[in-house]
């Protein structure tokens, strides 16, 4: 009776980071993997759980048994298709190995999800969970919880909608303070703030650590500079965008604020009433960007250029359009008259119009010209 010992790589950290395909079987082969993923991430619990497997092997062969040890691999997408890799690679251990059972070699929750896809074509006689050497709870708690911060499938799934609940939980109880600030009413007595403030502060703590967004804005500074050096125009092209948002924000906030309607809903329709023109003016601005850049780079301006252009104006008025008729429905004194209303969504429509025309011209005249190329 031979076993095979499985260490299982869901997520393929040994391919990825260790540059091994699996299958990988034999001792020599798991050293091999082993350390070469050790070494490009001394910190991956995949590199313990395949010495564990190593260890486990050289123990039942010493003690005369017939066994074989192997690692198969995933995917980096964990799910369908690490598990179809798994199936793929378990089904190649088996031809080359022809083992009876296995002992499945794990180092948490997410290898054993594929138990039963294992035990449908292989007896296994033991699992072997791999912890490193720490407490249990401090295994699964804070070095799960450092590595989740660590990986981005991981981050997206855990730490970023921890964080989110603590930002949102704590801007919900800061919402009255928030509320009678905009309003300029007496706020009272800031003490039962304290933990909503906290609270929102720690969310956006953990994502600005998880994300390394003071990473990424040096790194921002630094390909901006180069791509001035370069005779790249986007930092005026940004500046400028920016400061259309903010003169939309401003106005809006003392339009809403100066009315004398009350109440966040029309004081919110009063406000992007106001904000929707410089907002869509920045949008513009950032594809006369892209075009810009492309004439003193000595590029192609983009084909669809006019079409994108015209098609974000024909939208600001429609828009302007649906904000009007809200404040009429929601009797605002300032609400223009039905006449007014038509006329934006009359000339959102036909500008809009144009810019499906001209996106369809565009795309027709590229086919034209691949036709011309493959002929």
């Not at 299958?23 to 759980?49: M, W």
């Not at 929601?330 to 810019?355: H, K, M, N, R, Y």
Request: glycine share 8%.
């Amino acid at each position: 009776m031979k076993t095979v010992i499985l260490c299982i790589d869901r997520d393929n950290d040994i391919g990825v980071k260790g540059k091994v395909d699996g299958p990988i079987i034999g001792r020599e082969e798991n050293v091999r993997a082993a350390l070469a993923l050790g070494l490009a991430d001394p910190e991956d619990a995949d590199t313990n759980t395949v010495l564990a497997a190593i260890k486990l092997y050289d123990q039942m062969t010493k003690d005369g048994e017939n066994v074989e040890v192997a690692t198969i691999c995933g995917h980096t997408d964990v799910g369908y298709k690490s598990d179809r890799a798994l199936a793929r690679q378990l089904e190649e251990v088996i031809e080359v190995v022809n083992p009876n059972n296995a002992i499945l070699v794990s180092n948490g929750a997410e290898d054993e999800f594929i138990i039963p896809m294992i035990s449908s074509r292989l007896k296994i006689d033991h699992v072997h969970d791999v912890y490193v050497k720490q407490s249990r709870e401090l295994e699964s708690w804070y070095y799960y919880i450092v590595k989740s911060a660590r990986d981005p499938k991981l981050r997206t799934k855990i730490i970023a909608p921890v964080s989110l609940a603590f930002i949102l939980v704590g801007l919900f109880y800061l919402s009255p303070l928030i509320s009678d600030i905009w309003n300029g009413n007496s706020t009272g007595p800031v003490t039962p703030y304290a933990l909503p403030t906290l609270s929102t502060l720690i969310g956006i703590y953990i994502l600005w650590r998880t994300y390394s967004v003071g990473d990424a804005i040096v790194i921002g500074a630094r390909k901006t500079r180069d791509s001035v050096y370069d005779g790249d125009l986007s930092l005026i092209f940004y500046i400028g965008a920016i400061l259309l948002v903010a003169t939309g924000i401003v106005n809006g906030v003392n339009d809403a604020s100066d009315s004398p309607v009350t109440g966040w809903f029309p004081q919110g329709v009063l406000f992007f009433t106001t904000g929707i023109p410089w907002f869509g003016a920045a949008a513009i601005v950032l594809e006369v960007k892209v075009a810009v850049n492309a004439v003193v780079l000595r590029d192609n301006v983009p084909a669809n250029f006019w079409g994108l252009v015209i098609s974000i104006v024909g939208l600001t008025f429609l828009s302007l359009a649906a904000l009007h008729y809200i404040e009429r429905l929601i009797d605002i004194p300032e609400a223009p008259g039905d006449q007014s209303i038509f006329i934006e969504v009359s000339v959102g429509a036909a500008i809009l119009l144009v810019g499906y025309v001209q996106q369809r011209r565009t795309r027709l005249d590229t086919g034209t010209v691949r036709d011309r190329w493959r002929k």
